[in-house]
């Protein structure tokens, strides 16, 4: 079974500059989950689709970030402009099901976003 | 908001020496989590727990959940290269279970030929 896709796996962009990031999660994972990890600390959540329904964006920066689920399988988070501060890892998981359930979140490797 | 803390930050041991990590929370735990992660990749999950006194193992390495569920540790025992990395633990977000894991800040573990 594959995992989490994700890309790119690394980024270089100048302040104010646009940046997407994709995700692929497992196939049949209805439930998906954006993170950002800053250096020395542990992931916070983003963003999380059950389908394609933004059921919790709460800790997203909606002035700049923004992100889609369209089809309830892959989805694409952006940063418009980026600021230096967005310099981070991007993780992208996903589960199988969504509240209710104790479920297991698997990881993709990650995007490392680096702003100049 | 529910808070994990983790300790210690950063453990150096000889290789086949065992060690210990242990996780805190300020709420009771309803799952808890532990993921491992090399430099530069994402997390890959190690367990899972959710009964009070619960322990699992997997391969070399132990996690339990204690009985009053606000702490959890993870053992490892004879130490090998190959478990250098960062370690880290997550829980659910509260009874209502809506899907949010909170991290604690990461153990960083170096393990010496």
């Known amino acids: 079974e594959a995992g989490v896709v994700q890309s790119p796996r690394y980024k270089i962009i100048e302040k104010k500059q646009p940046v997407a990031f994709w995700c692929n999660p497992i196939?049949?994972?209805?439930?998906l989950y954006w993170y950002l990890q800053n250096l020395g600390q542990g992931p916070e959540l983003l963003i999380r689709?059950?389908?394609?329904?933004?059921?919790?964006d709460s800790q997203l920066p909606k002035d700049r970030f923004s992100a889609e689920r369209l089809k309830g399988v892959d989805s694409t988070l952006k940063i418009q402009p980026a600021e230096l501060g967005d310099s981070a890892v991007y993780l992208c998981?996903?589960?199988?099901?969504?509240?209710?359930?104790?479920?297991?979140?698997?990881f993709g490797p990650g995007t490392r976003l680096t702003v100049l | 908001s529910q808070e994990l803390e983790q300790s210690p930050q950063s453990l150096i041991v000889q290789e086949g020496k065992n060690l210990t990590i242990n996780c805190t929370s300020s709420k009771t735990l309803y799952g808890l989590y532990w993921y491992k992660q090399k430099y530069g990749e994402g997390l890959i999950f190690l367990m899972m727990l959710q009964k009070g006194g619960e322990e699992k193992s997997h391969e070399k390495i132990t996690a339990k959940l204690d009985e009053k569920k606000q702490q959890s540790s993870l053992h490892i025992t004879a130490s090998q290269p190959s478990h250098a990395g960062i370690y880290l633990c997550?829980?659910?977000?509260?009874?209502?279970?809506?899907?949010?894991?909170?991290f604690g800040q990461g153990t960083t573990l170096q393990v010496k030929p």
């Open positions: 689709y059950e389908n394609e329904e933004a059921v919790d």
């Open positions: 997550g829980a659910g977000d509260g009874s209502s279970n809506t899907g949010k894991l909170i």
């Open positions: 998981a996903s589960s199988r099901r969504g509240a209710g359930g104790t479920d297991t979140q698997y």
């Open positions: 196939s049949g994972h209805n439930t």
